[in-house]
Structures are given as C-alpha cells and as structure tokens.
C-alpha cells in the first residue's frame, strides 16, 4: 500500500443514510434503555454492556461507511476485513450488550405497548424465534452463509451490483447473529442445549472458516475475476491479494472462534462459583424519574430557553435578518437566485421551519419578527378593541392562507426580490396595524398565513407546551397561564393550558411557562399525530368536529402542498406557456387560477364532504361533523408532501447565500472580492427516496390516525375508515408521481 | 508474468470491474498517465450518468490525485424527438456542458467524478480532457445508452415497505384478537 497517497485513503468516508442514521437511532435506543435499567439493576447492566453495544454497532459502521467500503471492490484483502468485521467482530459485540431489554425499553413505551407486545407475547413467534438461534439451525446457516456467498458466481453477483452487495451484507450480519446468539447467551433468553455443545459447534465453525480460508490462500489463480482486473493501486498482484485475504480470514478468523472456546472450556472445568444470592447483590438504585421527555428540563437548552430574553434575542436576530432581506430586495438585483430576498426566505426560511416542525415544534412563530415589531409597536399603540366577533374563526385566515400559496407559485414570487420585500414590509405593517389596534394576538391568532401553516402543520410535531401534571393545575385558582400577573403576561392566544390539547394556535412563546407560578408547564414530548385522535374539547379550538374552518384550513394546507409541487413541474410549466401563447396572458392567468381554487379549496372540500357523507352512513353522526373531525387526519400526509418538496429546495439550495453575502460586502464597500457563483450544488442521488420515504411515513401515520378515529366511532370501523383511506391512497399516489417528474427550476445559480 | 495475466484478463472482466461509478467503460494510456473511465448505471441508460475516473502514473500504477479532468458528453445519434427529462435532484447542467471531475463527488477519494446528462437513447461520446501540469490531452470514448429505466423499477422497495407495514398492523391486530379471545390480560413487557 505504500504507492497510494494515504491522505485520499483516509478521507474515503461516506454518508450512507441507512448506515448513519439506523444505527445512531440504534445507538440512541439503547442508550436510553439501558441509562433506565442500569439505574435499576446495575449489575446487570454495567458500563460494559454499553461500551460492547456502542463497539458492535461502530464496527457496522466502520463496515460499511469507512475506506474499507470504497475500496473493497479493488482489493480482496480489504473486503475481507469488511466481512470479518461484520461476521465476527460487530454481533458478538452487539449481543455482549444483552440489547433485548434495553431496546425495548429505549423506545416510546405506547409504541412497545401497543406495536411490539403483541408480537413478543406470541407464542407461536416465541417458537420462532428460538427455532432461529437453536445452534442446530444457527450454525449450519452460519456455515452455508459463508459458502454460498464465496462461491464465485455470487461474489461476483454482489461485487458488479450495489443492490446484491448490501443483501450478502445482511446476510453475513443476520446469520452472524443468529449464529452467535447461543454462544452469548444474551439474558433473559435461555440456553437450547446444555454450554458444553458450545465447544463442537464453535470448533466446526472454524473448520468451516479453515477450509475456506486455505483454499483461497493456496489457490493457484485468481478465484474472482473481477479482483483481476481491478487497477492495481498497491504492490499486491491479484493473486498475493487472494492469498493476503485468505490469512486475514484464517488466522484473525480462527482466533475469534476459539477465544470462546477457550474461555466455555475453562468455565466448564473450574468448580462452579458461588452465585450471589439476593441479599448479596448491590442495593438495587431507585430508577430514574420516569416521565415524558421535557426540552426545558435539559440541562442548558432548558436554562438558555426560559432565560428571559430568550425570545427577544431570537427575534430581534431574526428582525435584523428580515430587515437584511429587505433592503437586498429593494435595492439589489432583481434577480431572484442573486438575491437575499430571493433566496433566505423561500428556501431557507421554509426548510429550517419544516425541519425544526419536524424535529421540536413550531419554533418559528417562538422566533417570530414581526411579532417582534408588533410587540415594539404596542409601546405607542396598545390595541385595545376586541376582534370582531364575525371574525372569529380561521375563514378569513384559510383565504389568506389560499391567496398566499397563489401569489407564490402563480405570480412566481420566489423570483421577484423587489415584490419578495414589499410582502415582508406588508408583513410587518399588518402585525403592527391589526395587533395595534386589536387586543391580544389576533393577527396570529386570526390573520397572519404563515402562523396559519405553522399551527397546521406543528400538530404532529413530536413536542407540545403542556401541563407537567395535571394534578398540580386542579388546585390552580389563579390561572396565571392564560390571564398572567404582576410580571408576565399570559397567553394571548386565549389557551388555557390544562384544558389545551395539541399545538393548534401554539407560538411557543413561553409564555404561559414563565407565568406558572408552580412551573408545571414545559415542551413535553407527545407521539407525532397521537393528539389528532381523540377530539376532546380543546381550550380555544374547541372541538375539531364542530370546527368547519379549521377543516377548511387543514384541507388547503393539505393539497397546497401536493398543487405546489405540481406549479413546479416542467409539464405543467409547459401548459402554461402554451395556453399563454394560444389565449394571451390574461386568460390564462384567470383559467390558472380557477384550476387552483378547484384544486386547493373545491376539491378538497368536496371530497370530505363526500367522504364524511359515506362514513355517516354507518355510525348515525352529521356527516359535516365526521368530515371535519376526520380532515385533520389528512395533516400527516399533507406535512409529508410538504417535507419531500422542501428537501429538494434545501438539498439544492444550501450554499446559495454565501456568494450573496459576498457580492452585498462588495457593494457596500467592504471588499471587493468578486463572489464565487459556481457554488457547488450539492447533488444529492438519493432525494427521490427520501422523499418518497417522507411520503410513506406520512400515509402510514395518516391512515393510522383514521383507523383509531374510525374505531372510537363504531366497532364496524371499516365502512367508516375506507373512503378516508382512499382519498389519502390517493393523494399519495399523485405524490409518488409528482415526486418523479422533472423539475423547471435550474439549480445551479446563475451570474448577474 | 502475472501483471500479463491481469493485462490479458482486463478486457475479458472489465465489464465485472466496479468503482464508485459502477463499472468500466474505457480506458485510455497517454503522456504516462493511464485513465480509466467508470459509469453508472450499469447498463448505461439515458438519465443521470454518474461518470468517475482513476488516474495512474504509468508504470509504476501510482494514483494520480492532481490531474484536472474535465468531461462531457456529446450524442452522436441525430437528437430524440421527445429528450429524456432528468430528475430534479440532476438538472444542472446541459449535453455539451464541460463539467469539472471532482473527488467530492465520489467517495472512493482517489477518483474524480461528476453527473453527466444523457438526454436519450442511442451512441454518444464521453469526451474527457486530462491536464497535469504543463501537459494535457483529451480523448474520447464512444458510449452505448440504452432506453431509461422507469423510476418505479428503482423506487419500489421504498413504496414497497408502505404496504408491508400496514399488513404488520392486520397481523397485530389478528394477535391482539386472538390473545382477547384466549384471556383478558393486558400486554405486559416488564424489564
């Protein structure tokens, strides 16, 4: 290997999604488990079975992201490290962790109650499960495994397609641990056979691996034609190669393999030790403090959280940048991709919302400036008047919200810096207008699009502000949440917290947190969605099934997002131009629009209508108040839409307002260095899978929100559920095919 | 001896021969350098191609890390009446456009790499253009495209699992029922 420059070896890594993120979620599962059950009992749980785990799922890792990966399909020697790592390294240390019990008890405890027991209280799956690692099964497939997969033909197979390569990987790992599952032993599970059979079985394994392993080092030509002619980056010929991969198998190989013989055989024969009884075991710790997970009970982000000026820091940087964008957007080029107001607020702005919506909640509206300037402006003019009672609902906000998702793609806003700044200047005026008028947060609360988008789309967002015990609030008779005191001001959205539910109408302001006197609110985590399926009656929304508007609101947030998609498409762009050519601007932009009212508020209202008229027919309820409890059903799928289009602006738009940042520095005279525009655009191969993955995870989430829904109606839940599960089927269907249309727009940036 | 086995093999195996960018498609020895060209998809299909190249000091094989190669492709075939529409996460450059291989773009650091367009079917000509130093050369290699793949025939595991979770919930379900008949007792998963 001393021809090959080390540095592009070692900086061979790569950003597999599914190794990354399943095994750090693995990692993360465990951790949370075991932290609970060493706390109770420590001394089944040492330090040790972590550091073994975390060691397992880091030799995967290493496996499969590292240089050993990338250079595997050159060098045989290097795959076959890969192999040994995945084969004998990684399960007997991820089984060394006894993970049954602190992965079950790492995941959300409705999700183990509800989703898992059934299946490992089966019986029949128990049976299963102990036919699969009996060693007279593990071990043959172990073996069989091994030999399949080196037989040429196959090595082959899964050295020319990345497809056949990641399932012989699966295979090794999975038989691997099945195969080393009884020499473990991973409490609780209990041996088959008595643990001398462990020497045999472990000693024909290595006869197995010898065999092999001989065969590749003393065969006289090249077994894997593709190792032949593969460029010879080092000093090996293909053949040393071979050979070299048959040492690494065979000795390293061996030694795994009689380790525990060694140490089986030395237990068997020493005199058995004393075990310690339940007196003599370490006091068993209290266990930790079980309870939801609270984001402001975390050490430092709780403290920075509800520090008092918190939010005024936040929204003051948050003004500063708005006020950026502006300016960039009335006095700098009018080209959209060149441009801040162009670029920060239609890209960035809408990934990071969507990524903190989806990660936390909705911590825009927390960061909010214009509620800034509104709170600024209050110090004049301290509204005071009542929202008229008329305007009492979210009609005149799902018009608002409608018109804003128009002007977006249809007046293609996304590339006018100039109008891009005259709406955020609007913006401003209208929150200071309406708020300086109006008492409490009514233009959030009544008016204001983006509020209306966040509030939608944060009810299945993973975390709430709510109560931390509701016990605590029963005895609460001044209710300084929602009318606040002396020194903080209480929720001027009008929720009271022990009767709110979910995030609608929720700015995260904190509110309500600083004014408890008891300090029994706080961001708890919630089961995404899990508030969409019982419809209590919620402090301010009320219930969902008596509330058309909010329906209303829920269905345009829903198809806007699937009609959003379709504005960009180069199909639909090309019917555009061609009905502007053939009718003349006017006409087509009247016919566009009737196509988007239909789209996004007809159809969509129609279909619940319809739909809650079918469902009807079997439970005796109004068919408005299932059409607007079910709607909300659909914000899963309707979020999913939005995530997958959003991905794709932040996959390609990432870097975009570097070089902005550099051409403003230069035209205001801070240097004049000319900005690089050819920033790289990350391209990013998978983003179709991913966004078909957010769309997945939305219809499953949707259809599971519908079929409890549907439950707690009737016992006959079918006939209620299924034209809901249809319309959902379907609106996924048509997001899997926007997701693979092309797309008109460029997304390298453009040069003045 | 063996370096003539391996010489004689290549052009038997190359087509088995992976990289990051999947299989070989040509390989050219110029100026003391020896340049081999991968492409993904395996067959090459119109649509995004993933193109990498390794660069070798010849003879003594050592990679070359700091040669600039620049790449293009060019249809050789009269143009298709209905082009290809690349996808969205592609759609950068233009046919023709001569794109910059970096080893950003592959993971494998001693190859250098870029996405090419192939707007349809049919012979092109992947013109690439070497530079080291003070020399430089170019060349071209003739390419075979064949008709793009449907995305559902590459997506469908990830729609596939949709389907496959809701039947694990029916089982669930079937379990649940099952265990309702048999006893009243609730599941239990106790540490």
């Given at each position: 290997?001393?021809?090959l420059?080390?540095?592009s070896?070692l900086?061979s890594?790569?950003?597999?999604p ?10 993360l599962?465990y951790?949370?488990g075991w932290?609970g ?14 550091v ?9 890792f290493?496996?499969?992201a590292?240089?050993l990966d990338a250079f595997a399909?050159w ?5 076959m490290?890969?192999?040994l790592l ?6 007997p ?10 992965l079950l008890?790492?995941?959300p ?5 509800d989703?898992l ?11 299963f ?9 593990a ?6 495994s091994?030999?399949f997969w080196?037989a040429?033909?196959l090595?082959?197979?899964?050295l020319?397609s ?11 790992l999975v038989?691997?641990i099945?195969f080393?599952?009884p020499v473990?032993q991973p409490?609780?599970?209990r041996?088959a ?6 020497i ?6 290595d006869l197995?691996?010898?065999v092999?392993a001989g065969f ?7 077994l894997?034609?593709?190792y032949?002619a ?8 293909a ?7 048959g ?7 061996s ?6 013989v060694g140490i089986?055989s030395?237990?068997y024969?020493s005199?058995?030790r ?5 007196q003599e075991?370490?006091?068993v710790r209290?266990a ?8 402001l009970?975390v050490p430092?982000i ?8 918190f939010?005024p820091?936040?929204q003051s ?9 502006v ?6 080029p ?10 920060l607020?239609?890209l960035?702005?809408?990934g990071i919302?969507?990524?903190?919506l989806l990660?936390?909640?909705?911590l ?5 400036p214009?509620?800034f300037?509104?709170d600024?402006?209050?110090?004049i003019f301290?509204g005071?008047r009542e929202w008229p009672r008329?305007?009492?609902?979210k009609?005149?906000?799902v018009?608002?919200?409608?018109g804003?998702?128009w002007?977006?793609e249809?007046?293609?806003l ?6 891009t700044a ?6 401003f005026?209208?929150a200071v207008l309406v708020d ?5 947060a ?7 699009p983006?509020?209306q ?7 299945v ?6 109560v931390?015990?509701?016990?605590v609030?029963s ?7 929602i009318?606040g005191?002396?020194?903080?001001r ?15 109408d ?8 600083k004014?408890?006197?008891?300090d029994n609110v706080?961001?708890?985590a919630?089961?995404p969605?899990s508030?969409?399926?019982?419809d209590?009656r919620r402090?301010s929304?009320?219930r969902?099934?008596?509330?058309p508007?909010?329906?209303?609101l ?8 699937f009609a959003n ?6 199909p639909?762009r090309?019917?555009?131009?061609a009905?502007?050519?053939?009718a ?11 196509v988007?009212?239909f789209?996004v ?12 008229w079918?469902?009807?027919a079997?439970t005796g309820?109004?068919?408005?108040s299932?059409a ?8 899963p799928?309707?979020?999913a839409?939005?995530a997958?289009?959003?991905s794709f ?8 307002p ?7 520095a230069?035209?205001?005279g801070?240097?004049?260095?000319v900005?690089?525009?050819d920033?790289s655009v990350?391209?990013?191969e998978g983003l179709p899978g ?10 499953l989430c949707?259809l ?9 109606l009737?016992r ?7 034209p ?11 997001g899997i095919?926007?997701?693979?249309q092309p797309i ?5 940036v453009?040069p003045p | 001896m063996r370096?003539?086995?391996v010489i004689?093999l290549?052009?038997?195996a190359?087509?088995l ?5 999947g299989?070989t498609?040509?390989?050219?020895e110029r ?8 492409a ?7 649509g995004?191609?993933d193109?990498?190249?390794l660069?070798?000091?010849i003879?003594s094989?050592?990679?070359v890390?700091?040669?600039r190669i620049?790449?293009s492709?060019r249809k050789?075939d009269?143009?298709?009446p209905d082009p ?11 046919p023709?456009?001569?794109v ?7 993971r494998n650091?001693?190859l250098?790499?870029a996405y ?5 079917p049919g012979?092109w000509?992947?013109?690439i ?5 003070p ?12 008709a793009?793949?449907p995305p559902?025939s590459i ?7 949709v ?5 694990v919930?029916v ?20 540490p």
């Open positions: 290997m001393t021809n420059p080390a540095e070896v900086y890594w790569a950003f597999e599914v190794p990354a993120l399943g095994l750090s979620a693995a990692a599962v951790f949370l932290r059950l060493h706390g109770q009992v420590p001394w089944r749980f040492p330090v040790e079975r972590l073994s785990f975390l060691g397992g799922l880091a030799a995967v290493v496996a499969l590292s240089p399909g060098l045989l020697v290097v795959h490290v890969q192999h995945l084969t004998m390294v990684a399960p240390l991820l089984l060394l962790g006894w993970p049954m019990l602190p008890s790492g995941l405890r409705g999700f183990t109650r989703g027991a059934p299946f490992l209280n089966s019986p029949s799956l128990h049976r499960g102990r036919f699969l690692v009996h060693p007279l099964f071990g043959p497939l172990f073996i069989f091994n030999l080196h040429p033909a090595y082959e197979l899964a020319r990345p497809g056949w390569h990641q399932v012989e990987h699966l295979c090794f038989t691997a099945l080393w599952w473990v409490w609780p599970s041996p056979l008595p643990r001398w059979v462990m045999p079985y472990l000693l024909a394994a197995q691996n010898t092999l590749l080092s003393f065969y006289g030509e090249v894997y034609p593709a032949a593969a460029p010879r980056i080092s000093g090996l010929s053949l040393d190669d071979q050979a070299a991969a040492a690494v198998m065979w000795v390293p190989g030694m795994v393999f009689l380790i525990p089986i030395i237990r024969l005199p058995r004393h075990r310690l009884t339940i075991k370490p006091a209290r930790r403090r079980a309870g939801k997970f609270d984001l009970r430092v709780g403290g920075v959280m509800r520090w008092k000026f939010r820091a936040l940087a948050m003004f500063a940048l708005a006020a950026l964008v300016l960039d957007g009335l006095f700098g009018q080209v959209g991709a060149v441009n801040l107001a162009g670029v607020p239609w960035h702005w809408s919302s969507a990524i903190v990660s936390v909640g909705n825009f509206c927390m960061a909010c214009f509620t300037a509104r600024l402006g209050r110090k301290p005071t008329a305007l009492r609902s009609w005149f906000a018009v608002v919200l409608a804003f998702f002007a977006y249809f007046l293609d996304w590339d006018s810096p100039w109008w005259w709406v955020i200047v609007f913006y005026s209208g300086g008028v109006f008492k409490n009514s233009y959030c609360k009544y008016v204001c983006i509020g988008f966040n509030f939608v789309a944060s009810l967002s993973p975390m709430e502000v709510r931390r015990e509701a016990d609030c005895g609460c008779r001044t209710r300084d949440c009318k005191n002396d020194v903080q209480g929720c001027e959205l009008l929720l009271f917290q022990p009767r709110k539910s979910g995030n609608m929720c700015t995260f302001c904190l509110d309500c947190v004014a408890c006197p008891r706080g961001i708890l919630v089961t969605g508030g969409l399926i019982a209590p402090s929304a009320g969902f099934a008596r509330r508007d909010l329906a209303a829920v269905l345009v947030f829903v198809f806007a997002a998609v379709a504005a960009m498409l180069v639909v090309e019917m555009e131009d009905l502007r050519r053939m003349g601007p006017q006409v087509s932009g009247a016919a566009w629009f009737a988007f009212v789209a508020v007809v159809l969509p209202i129609a279909l619940a209508r319809v739909c809650g079918i469902s009807s079997t309820q109004k068919p408005s299932i607007n409890g079910f709607a909300a059903a659909l914000v799928l309707g979020f839409m939005w997958a289009h959003i602006h932040i996959f390609s738009g990432a870097l975009t570097w070089p902005i940042l550099v051409r403003i230069r035209d205001i801070f240097h004049s260095a900005p690089a525009w920033v990350p391209v990013f991913l966004q078909i993955l957010f769309l997945g995870a939305g219809l949707s599971w929100i519908l079929w409890r829904k549907s439950l707690a009737t006959r839940a079918m006939p209620v559920f299924l809901w599960a249809v319309v959902a089927a379907a609106l996924y269907a048509v095919w926007l997701i693979f008109d727009m460029p997304l390298a453009t | 370096r003539l086995l004689a290549f052009p038997a190359s087509s021969l992976r990289a990051d960018g299989v498609v040509g390989q050219i100026d003391g350098l020896r340049v081999t060209a991968f993904a998809p395996v067959p090459v299909r119109a995004p191609l193109v990498t190249f660069v070798q000091e003879p094989n050592r990679p890390t700091d040669a620049e790449c492709v050789l009269p143009p298709s290809v529409r690349l996808p969205a996460w592609c759609s950068t450059v233009a023709g456009t001569r910059l291989a970096t080893s950003t773009h592959s650091k001693l250098s790499g090419l367009p192939l707007t349809g012979r000509e992947l013109d253009r070497v530079a080291r130093g020399s430089a050369f170019s060349a071209a290699i003739p390419l075979s495209v064949a793009p793949q559902l997506w469908w595991p990830l729609i596939a699992w389907p496959v979770a809701i039947l919930y089982w669930r379900g079937c379990l649940v029922r099952a265990k309702r008949v048999a006893g009243p007792s609730a599941w239990t998963v106790n």
